[in-house]
């Protein structure tokens, strides 16, 4: 299977630690998506990357949070000094560049457990 | 970028029964997306209908756009217990982020 991959798929911490997420996307897609989810509401856009740019970060990204791409491939997300309000599911997403299409391909996601 | 608002929040269906939802957005858009997300297969897209298209089909899914409404409904038809899911609509003006209402939530009783 050549989908987004996403590890780990479960990730419990202590408030206060610093946890890392990794996404593998499509190998041919350029852009590359991260979003977060929490219980009972749609996905909310966190961050962007076009190749290794980072073109648009939310508001939703603190200070506390940081994502790269490096070579434009794969891509981390760090949480710093995790909190009880970051236990979300985090997912990444990739799409092609340009074409007639916009669809996105998710992964299935890294559900962070703050306790 | 702007997001869709899904309606109703929840549908209950037999087998067998057309699942209908509606989706209301706010301003002009390119296309818009419509997504499924159950716990076995994570978020997949399921269609995309531009901006000059009025409707679309793809197996048993039917979608409608009426731009002068600002509005989208995803029609199921003959449902399965595969079916379901929550459903979300993502309304695109530009061709980057997506944004998601808290979407609609169908079961799909045998």
């Known amino acids: 299977d050549t989908g987004v991959s996403q590890d780990p798929r479960h990730k419990i911490t202590k408030r206060g630690q610093n946890v890392t997420f990794r996404c593998d996307p499509i190998?041919?897609?350029?852009?590359l998506y991260w979003y977060r989810q929490t219980l009972g509401q749609g996905p909310e856009f966190l961050t962007y990357?076009?190749?290794?740019?980072?073109?648009?970060k939310s508001r939703l990204l603190s200070d506390r949070f940081s994502a790269e791409r490096p070579k434009g491939s794969f891509s981390t997300l760090e949480i710093q000094r995790t909190e009880q309000g970051d236990s979300a599911m985090y997912l990444c997403?990739?799409?092609?560049?340009?074409?007639?299409?916009?669809?996105?391909?998710f992964g299935p996601g890294t559900r962070l457990t703050v306790t | 970028s702007q997001q869709g608002e899904e309606d109703p929040q929840a549908l209950s269906i037999q087998e067998g029964e057309n699942a209908t939802m509606n989706c209301s957005y706010k301003t002009s858009i390119n296309n818009l997306q419509w997504y499924r997300q159950n716990s076995g297969r994570g978020l997949v897209h399921l269609i995309l209908i531009r901006s000059n298209e009025r409707e679309k089909h793809s197996g048993r899914l039917r979608v409608t756009l009426d731009t002068s409404k600002k509005s989208s409904s995803l029609l199921i038809t003959a449902s399965r217990a595969a079916d379901t899911a929550s459903y979300f609509c993502?309304?695109?003006?530009?061709?980057?982020?997506?944004?998601f209402g808290a979407g609609t939530t169908v079961t799909v009783r045998a």
């Open positions: 990357f076009q190749n290794e740019a980072q073109l648009e």
């Open positions: 190998s041919e897609h350029n852009r």
């Open positions: 993502a309304p695109r003006s530009n061709d980057y982020k997506l944004s």
């Open positions: 997403a990739s799409s092609p560049l340009g074409g007639g299409t916009y669809e996105q391909y």
